[in-house]
C-alpha cells in the first residue's frame, strides 16, 4: 500500500491574479486556479499540465463573479452564500454556506505535525487530496457498486473492469463523484484511474482520500440543501438523460444465447401465444455474429442468408429488435487489418495495433473462447465516425437499438492516437464508446435512440441505458444487481436493469426467478437474460402465471414510469431511488438500504431471500398498502412473511396513480391516450398531476380525460388482477 504520510504538502498560497471571475494562485507544487463554474459550484484546478478531459463537463462554464478575501493565513473566496475557503500552508480545502462549514479540514492529525496525511501533495504518478469526514457523517455515489450504499468504511478502487459478478468492490461502471448529506457533493474531473478512500481505515478514518493518476487535479465542490439537489447540479454539469422511449419501458426478452434464427422466431411467438407482454427482443452476440471473426457489423452468413427477412419477422409480431456488439475487432477479420492500417485501433508502445488477448478462464465448458481482437480507438475521430456510420446497415435491416457490451478491456500498455495512455483511457474509453453508439441511434431513430450498455463511467447518463453485467444467478446476485442500481443513480446515472434470473451459475430456481421478476418489473427498465433458458414458461405454470402477472402489471405503471424518466431528463433524479436520496431528513430509514422509491410515489421493498421473509421501514407520514388500498402509518418497522406472487408496495399518501391501458406491446398504446384510468391516495395536490394532459388538477380537483377511468384505491387489485388476469 502506498505509504501517503511521506508526501510532501502542497504550500506557499499566494494569489497571483484575479480577472474574469478566475482566481489563479501560485503554490510549491504549480498553478492553483478557482472559479465559480455556476451557481452552487466551486472548480478547483491544481497543476501546470494541459490534458485532455474528454468533454466528460459538458456544461458551459457560467464563471459567475466571485469575491476574493485574503487573510494572513487563508483565502475565502465566495459567491453569494456559498464559499470555498483555502489555507495557505499547508493548502487545504473546506466549503461553508452561510457562514457554516458544510465540508470541513480533515482532522486527521499527528504527533509531529499538524497532519498525519497531507491534506493536498504531488504523487509520482499524479495528486491526493484529504477532506474532512468527521465520524458519523455518511457518504454515498462513486459509480456502481454492490456491498451497500454508505461508502464510508470503504475504497473506491475506480478502474472499470469486467467483473464477472456482482460480488465485490470490482465492477464495471465507476463514477468519482461522491456526495453527503451534510450539503455537498465532490467530483473529480478526470478520465483516469481514481482510488477514493473514504473513512478508509487502512489510510484515514475521519477523512475523504482522493488518490488521482492524472496530471491535474480538477475538482468540482458542488452545493445542496438535499441530495437531490446536489444530483441536479451534477448532472447538470456532467449531462442528463433523454426521457426514455416508451417502447424501452416495456420486457425486453433475451438469452445466451438464440442459437439459430428459427429459435429466437419461436420465442418471439410464444411470447404472444402465452399472452406475455413484451417490446423487445435482444440478439446475443453468439446469436448472430461468428465468434472468430466478430466484431464487425456482419451477420453470420451460415445463418443468416438474409437478415432483413428475419428482422421483418419479428417487426410483423411487433418487436422492436436489439443486437450485440462490442468495441472489438477479431485478427482474423479483414477488417483488422484495415483499421489498423489507418491508425483506427489502440496502439501498442512500437506503434502497432494492439493485440488484446481475452483471458480464458471465465469460458470455460459454457461459452467458447473469444478471438485475439483490436480495441477501437475512440479517440481518433475518424475511427469513431467511420465506427458510428456502420450501424446504419444494422439499422436499415430492422434493428432498432444496440447492446453495447464490454468497454473494459483497455490495459495500461495501450496507447490512443493523441499519445495518452492506457492509464488515462481506461476509464473513459466506455464512454466514449456508449456515446459513438448512442449517436449512431440518434442519427437513424432520432428521440427513440438507445444504447443498452454494461460499462460506464462519469457523464455515462448521456448515453442511456446501462445493465448491471453478468450477475450470478443466486438470492445474493439479486440483491447486488439492486444495490448497483441504487448506487448507479446516486451518481448521475437515472436508468438501469438487470439480468432478470442472473446471468451465470446454476439456472435460478423458480422461486428466485419469480423474485427477481417482481423486483426487475418495479425497476427503471425490464430484462429476461442469462445463460439459460429466461422465458417464464420454463419454471413451471405457478410461476409463469406470477410472472406473467407481474408483467402486466409494469405495462399498467408505463405512464408512471414515463413521468419518471420526464422527471430524469429535467433534474437528474434517477427512477430507482435510496431512502437517503427520497428521505434525506429521516435518517432512520437510510440503513434499509435495499428498498427503495420508485419515481416520486411507490415504495418497493423486494423479496431477496428464499422463503419470503423481509424486514422493512415505513418512512413517516400515511402510505397505502397497493395490494389492499388501505392506509398504514408509516414510520415504523415491520418484519413479516410475503406470499410468493406479491411482494410489498406502498403508494405515497397524496399520490395519483395513473395506470395505462392493458396491451401486448407499446404499440397498442393509442396516441395521446396513454392513460387509461387513476386511483388517487388520500388528499392530492396539483403536483401529482405532472408531465401529461390527460389527467389535470383544477379548483381542489382531479379532472381527467373523458376516456380514464377514476378507480377507488381499494378496488384497484380487483380492478388490475380480476379472475387472475390483468383488466
Wanted: charged residues 25%.
Amino acid at each position: 500500500m502506498q505509504n501517503f504520510e511521506n508526501l510532501s504538502p502542497c504550500k506557499g498560497l499566494a494569489l497571483a491574479s484575479l480577472a474574469d471571475n478566475k482566481a489563479v494562485f501560485s503554490t510549491d507544487a504549480g498553478k492553483l486556479e478557482v472559479s465559480v463554474y455556476a451557481e452552487g459550484c466551486f472548480r478547483v484546478r491544481l497543476g501546470d499540465a494541459e490534458v485532455n478531459d474528454y468533454g466528460i463537463v459538458c456544461a458551459k462554464d457560467e464563471r459567475l463573479a466571485m469575491e476574493v478575501v485574503e487573510n494572513q493565513d487563508d483565502v475565502l473566496c465566495s459567491s453569494g452564500e456559498y464559499a470555498l475557503r483555502l489555507t495557505r500552508s499547508p493548502l487545504t480545502f473546506s466549503l461553508e454556506k452561510g457562514g457554516k462549514v458544510v465540508l470541513p479540514v480533515t482532522e486527521d492529525s499527528h504527533f509531529v505535525r499538524k497532519f498525519r496525511l497531507p491534506p493536498v501533495a504531488a504523487t509520482e504518478e499524479g495528486w491526493f487530496a484529504a477532506l474532512g469526514l468527521p465520524f458519523g457523517v455518511a457518504v454515498y455515489g462513486g459509480g456502481e457498486n454492490y456491498a451497500g450504499l454508505n461508502r464510508r468504511g470503504m475504497l473506491l478502487d475506480m478502474w472499470n473492469e469486467d467483473a464477472l459478478g456482482v460480488n465485490s468492490s470490482v465492477c464495471y461502471k465507476n463514477c468519482p463523484f461522491v456526495w453527503s448529506p451534510e450539503g455537498y457533493g465532490v467530483f473529480v474531473n478526470t478520465p483516469s484511474y481514481v482510488r477514493i478512500g473514504v473513512g478508509y481505515q487502512q489510510w484515514a478514518n475521519q477523512s475523504l482520500c482522493l488518490d488521482v493518476k492524472d496530471a491535474v487535479l480538477d475538482l468540482f465542490f458542488l452545493f445542496g440543501d438535499t441530495p437531490a439537489e446536489i444530483l441536479g447540479r451534477y448532472t447538470k454539469l456532467t449531462g442528463r438523460s433523454a426521457k426514455a422511449p416508451v417502447w424501452s419501458l416495456g420486457l425486453w426478452l433475451s438469452k445466451a444465447y438464440y442459437r439459430v434464427p428459427a429459435e429466437t422466431l419461436e420465442a418471439a411467438a410464444k411470447m404472444r401465444e402465452m399472452d406475455v407482454p413484451c417490446d423487445v427482443i435482444t440478439i446475443d452476440g453468439r446469436a448472430w455474429q461468428d465468434t472468430d471473426t466478430r466484431f464487425a457489423f456482419e451477420w453470420d452468413p451460415s445463418r443468416y442468408d438474409d437478415p432483413k427477412a428475419f428482422c421483418d419477422s419479428l417487426k410483423a409480431m411487433n418487436y422492436k429488435i436489439c443486437v450485440w456488439e462490442y468495441p472489438l475487432v477479431s485478427i482474423k477479420n479483414k477488417l483488422f487489418g484495415e483499421m489498423a492500417e489507418k491508425g483506427w485501433l489502440l496502439r501498442d508502445k512500437d506503434g502497432k495495433a494492439y493485440e488484446y488477448a481475452f483471458d480464458p478462464g471465465p469460458f470455460g465448458q459454457v461459452l467458447t473462447q473469444l478471438p485475439n481482437s483490436g480495441l477501437v480507438d475512440f479517440t481518433n475521430p475518424e475511427a469513431w465516425e467511420y465506427w458510428c456510420g456502420r450501424h446504419k446497415e444494422l439499422f436499415e435491416a430492422g434493428v432498432d437499438c444496440i447492446k453495447a457490451d464490454f468497454g473494459e478491456q483497455v490495459l495500461p500498455d495501450m496507447y490512443a492516437c493523441n499519445g495518452d495512455n492506457g492509464v488515462r483511457i481506461h476509464n473513459v474509453y466506455s464512454l466514449l464508446y456508449n456515446l459513438c453508439v448512442y449517436e449512431a441511434g440518434r442519427r437513424y431513430h432520432g428521440e427513440n435512440a438507445l444504447c443498452w450498455s454494461r460499462s460506464g463511467w462519469a457523464g455515462s447518463q448521456r448515453a442511456p441505458i446501462q445493465w448491471a453485467g453478468d450477475s450470478q444467478s443466486s438470492w445474493g446476485g439479486l440483491a447486488g444487481s439492486i444495490l448497483g442500481g441504487l448506487s448507479w443513480g446516486m451518481s448521475g446515472v437515472p436508468y438501469y436493469s438487470s439480468d432478470i434470473g442472473g446471468f451465470y451459475g446454476d439456472q435460478p430456481t423458480p422461486e428466485l426467478f419469480v423474485r427477481w421478476t417482481e423486483a426487475g418489473a418495479l425497476g427503471s427498465h425490464m430484462r429476461f437474460h442469462g445463460i439459460g433458458p429466461r422465458e417464464p414458461w420454463a419454471y413451471g405454470p405457478e410461476a409463469e402465471d406470477i410472472c406473467r402477472r407481474w408483467v402486466r402489471l409494469r405495462y399498467r405503471l408505463i405512464p408512471y414510469l414515463s413521468d419518471a424518466s420526464a422527471q430524469a431528463a429535467d433534474t437528474g433524479m434517477p427512477l430507482m431511488r435510496s431512502m437517503v436520496l427520497s428521505f434525506p431528513d429521516q435518517p432512520d430509514v437510510w440503513p434499509f438500504e435495499l428498498q427503495y422509491m420508485l419515481g416520486d410515489n411507490l415504495l418497493i421493498v423486494p423479496v431477496v431471500r428464499e422463503g419470503g421473509k423481509v424486514r422493512y421501514r415505513l418512512p413517516k407520514g400515511a402510505w397505502y398498502d397497493l395490494w389492499t388500498g388501505k392506509a398504514v402509518a408509516g414510520d415504523r418497522t415491520v418484519e413479516e412473511i410475503v406470499p410468493l406472487d406479491r411482494i410489498p408496495v406502498f403508494v405515497r399518501e397524496g399520490a395519483v396513480l395513473k395506470l395505462g391501458p392493458a396491451v401486448r406491446h407499446t404499440g397498442e398504446i393509442e396516441s395521446g391516450r396513454r392513460i387509461a384510468a387513476v386511483a388517487a391516495f388520500g388528499k392530492v395536490t396539483e403536483h401529482s398531476c405532472t408531465y401529461d394532459d390527460e389527467v389535470v388538477f383544477e379548483n381542489g380537483k382531479l379532472v381527467p380525460a373523458s376516456h380514464v377511468s377514476v378507480v377507488e384505491p381499494e378496488q384497484l387489485h380487483e380492478f388490475l388482477f380480476a379472475g387472475g388476469k390483468i383488466c
